[in-house]
């Protein structure tokens, strides 16, 4: 419950500050990804795009190239994991075949012989 008030407090005005941020930055620029075009090239008039959508892919694929880098870090955590869960799942299948079978007697503490 916490979570979702904090979340609450926290996304909403995050959002509010995107759309503020979106409806602040609507002039329009021209993306280039030629760093040799020459500057008269640059301010000839052509196709736009808000400054805002230009900001927003590019957090988009910052957001995304993290994740893959995480994805890619968490790798032999998650390799781990696996092996640890089919360990326990072998231990816990020994532990049923080893409680099914017919046991020894166990030896008390008044059968034990010191040599």
């Given amino acids: 419950m916490i979570r979702r008030i904090v979340g609450w407090f926290v996304l909403v ?18 993306v280039n990804f030629n ?8 301010s000839s008039p052509g196709v736009g795009v808000p400054l805002f959508l230009v900001l927003f892919a590019v957090l988009l694929v910052g957001v995304l190239l993290g994740g893959v880098a995480t994805w890619f870090a968490q ?22 075949v080893a ?3 017919p046991e020894p007697p166990a030896l008390g503490a008044e059968d034990f012989v010191p040599n």
């Fill in 35 to 42: 760093p040799f075009a020459p500057v008269e090239a640059l």
């Fill in 13 to 30: 005005p995050l959002c509010a500050v995107l759309i503020v941020f979106a409806l602040a930055n609507r002039q329009l620029v021209v």
């Fill in 75 to 96: 790798g032999p955590h998650r390799r781990d994991e696996r092996h640890f869960k089919r360990e326990t799942e072998r231990l816990h299948r020994e532990l049923e």
């Fill in 99 to 101: 409680r099914r079978s």
